[in-house]
């Protein structure tokens, strides 16, 4: 990693409000370069507060920005850190509507040129990509990272018509925690507590209204650009990586948008910007790449960006099963169309007849973590223990590598005694010595088998093909290896069990896996700069003698036959920024399940966040309580919020609530 200090343009800083149409301000921090003649602006914009969460992150880029003559500008959401009015669902029309006005309003200022772009990645790169099919007339280019065109079936609420049952209930949980975060005094002044206070009267897990929708209806399709393409006008350059949930829209934006505006970058990466160095890299100099976006489509400047392939990717090369990994190998490959020419899908028959599948309750608790950060237990362990809980069929590699780039696709055969359940595939790499690393997986709850808009019960003791598509990934399979496809029934914690469901009969004759085979090219050389960012913010992590508990543990009552994993996610511990203010966060993740019962699956999260400036005598404490569990005709949700001020509790706010079973 480079730290940048010295660039083309001096920089000066500012934190400031943005007025909205309706009265309410945002706050914004605002990096420019010191010049007198108008520059474009580039907006990130999102809840995670610009005052603490984001900083460190966000002082390694939008100095670097300003640095290279542009306006880079940082906007909290309303009802979020420093902003006001009161917060909404993620993506609400409100939102959006926001997003729009701060457009126009940056560029209408003296020093803007007129011309602004998005950037952003999960949220913001949500968002960037939403107010781009809004289309307002000054946002002429857009980067979006690890973000998802399809809120319903690429994000973090279901997943093949399934509930994800780890991420739905934790981040819901996790944004319950966020929301509850009040103004900074320091900031905002006397006026903190009573905003924060009004704020807390709004709250309402979005749990709640997740669960309420489990087919792909109008909630979902509000914000999802694959609704319609075409509503999208500015230039887009989507990134991914192959260890982000969101990769797959990286390869519909560049079959979907149209290809004079779009391009595609997708590297081995976990849910990180890719110059972060976090595993697994290779990092690249990602800045850099973005100027040139920005340059070609802000400032007129041709920088050769539009002559690169349509879709840059990364094809990993084999690697045994491990956890974490600091560089993957692997090498860039570039594909002047999506669906690519060089591209094919190759139909892998399975072998042996009829076959019982009935995994039991706990397969998945080796799927790994669904939102890899680069953690050191992040990602999916060696899948030989999955594999033995589940049907697999195998394929020899002979004589010449197999590389494939794409979404294999699936189709089994299948019989079912009961009315609802779902299927899993999973695709692994079995190296001479039996290792099995995952490649991808992909879900199907056998109801949404017709489509996600709908569920219609199994016809019971009847025989259907069902056909779905695994994640996207780029690999290389080499000689003496086998592809192994392992089809299980159950999931957990990715996938919420179904009521009743005991697995299903899969009859080998008549189905496939069919892998997106990519025939072997000498491509022009990809290449990029090496990482650089602008100088750190100087935050501070203080040593602490406490032994850190592990980042995911399994734990087994075998005379229970239950199972618990507890997973700490992470985030960032305690940390004292240069201002002074303390921020510490700590959380506990925790799934059960009886491996013969799919009513027995709960989560649960505890979440504490403290705030703190010594200075001023400011110390404020969330705590919060999430629980989730089913009976067969429903989703029982538990939540608890408590907020104190110093010792004098402020808020306390229980949530208990049914949601029917329809779908999920």
């Known amino acids: 990693m480079q730290i940048r200090t010295e660039f083309p343009y001096e920089t ?17 921090r605002i ?99 939403q107010i781009a099919a809004l289309a307002p007339e000054p946002l002429k280019a857009v980067v979006t990272v690890c973000s998802a065109d399809d809120r319903y079936d690429n994000d973090v609420h279901y997943m093949g018509g399934s509930v994800l049952g780890v991420d739905m209930h934790a981040w819901a949980a996790t944004m319950l925690a966020f929301v509850c975060r009040p103004p900074d005094p320091a900031d905002v002044g006397d006026d903190w507590k009573d ?77 990180q910007y890719p110059d972060r160095g976090l595993p697994p890299g290779p990092a690249i100099g990602f800045l850099q790449e973005t100027l040139r976006w920005w340059d070609q489509h802000l400032k007129d400047k041709d920088t050769g960006v539009m002559n690169e392939p349509l879709l840059r990717s990364w094809i990993s090369g084999s690697h045994p099963p491990a956890t974490v990994y600091e560089t993957l190998p692997g090498r860039w490959v570039g594909d002047a169309d999506w669906p690519s020419e060089n591209v094919a899908p190759v139909a892998y028959a399975l072998q042996g007849g009829p076959q019982t599948v009935r995994s039991p309750q706990q397969t998945g608790l080796d799927a790994g973590r669904f939102f890899p950060f680069g953690n050191a237990a992040d990602l999916p362990p060696d899948q030989r223990d999955e594999d033995a809980k589940s049907v697999c069929f195998e394929f020899p590699v002979e004589e010449a590598p197999i590389e ?15 009315p609802r359940g779902q299927a899993i595939a999973r695709l692994c790499d079995v190296a001479p010595d039996g290792a099995s690393t995952l490649v991808t997986r ?70 496939l896996v069919e892998l997106p085979v990519r025939r072997h090219t000498e491509d022009p050389a990809i290449s990029f700069g090496e990482p650089e960012q602008s100088e750190p913010l100087g935050v501070v992590f203080p040593v602490t003698l406490d032994e850190e508990r592990p980042e995911r543990l399994v734990v087994r009552d075998v005379a229970k036959g239950e199972w618990r994993l507890e997973v700490d996610p992470r985030y960032g511990g305690t940390r004292v920024y240069p201002d002074g203010l303390e921020f510490t966060e700590d959380a506990l993740e925790t799934y059960t399940i009886r491996e013969d019962d799919p009513l027995s699956a709960a989560a649960r999260s505890d979440w504490k966040i403290r705030l703190h400036r010594p200075e001023m005598s400011w110390d404020v404490r969330i705590e919060s309580r999430s629980e989730t569990s089913a009976d067969a ?32």
């Open 442 to 511: 992909g879900v199907l709850n056998l109801a949404a088998r017709h489509g996600r808009d709908r569920s219609e019960d199994w016809p019971v003791g009847e025989t259907e093909d069902v056909t779905f598509e695994l994640n996207g990934i780029g690999h290389t399979f080499p000689p003496g290896h086998r592809i192994r496809l392992a089809v299980s029934s159950s999931y957990w914690p990715w996938i919420w069990p179904q009521a009743g469901s005991d697995g299903f009969t899969l009859d080998a004759d008549g189905s």
């Open 633 to 664: 005709d429903d989703f029982i949700t538990s939540n608890e919020v408590v907020c104190r001020d110093g010792d004098e509790i402020v808020f306390h706010r229980t949530w208990e609530k049914r949601i029917p079973r329809t779908a999920g």
């Open 12 to 28: 000066t800083h500012e934190d400031l409000y943005i007025p909205l149409p309706d009265g309410t301000e945002l706050y914004a």
């Open 195 to 271: 905003m924060w206070l009004k704020r807390l009267e709004a709250v309402d897990p979005f749990i709640h209204t997740w669960l309420a929708h489990q087919t792909r209806d109008d909630y979902w399709k509000h914000g999802s650009v694959c609704e319609d393409y075409g509503a999208v006008k500015a230039p887009v350059l989507a990134v991914g990586g192959w260890h982000d949930p969101y990769r797959d829209t990286v390869l519909r934006l560049v079959e979907h948008l149209d290809p004079a505006k779009v391009r595609g970058l997708i590297g081995p990466w976990s849910h």
């Open 404 to 418: 494939i780039l794409g979404r294999p696709r699936v189709r089994l055969r299948i019989r079912m005694d009961v």
């Open 31 to 129: 990096w420019r370069p010191v010049t007198d003649e108008p520059v474009p602006a580039l907006l990130e914009y999102l809840p995670y507060r610009l005052s603490d969460w984001t900083a460190p992150r966000d002082w390694q880029r939008h100095p670097w920005y300003a640095g290279h003559g542009y306006a880079s500008v940082r906007v909290d959401v309303r009802g979020h850190g420093n902003s006001e009015g009161m917060p909404g669902d993620e993506y609400d029309a409100t939102e959006l509507a926001d997003g729009v006005a701060v457009v126009h309003w940056l560029a209408q200022q003296e020093w803007c040129s007129g011309r602004v772009g998005m950037f952003g990645i999960s949220w913001g790169g949500f968002n960037s990509l």
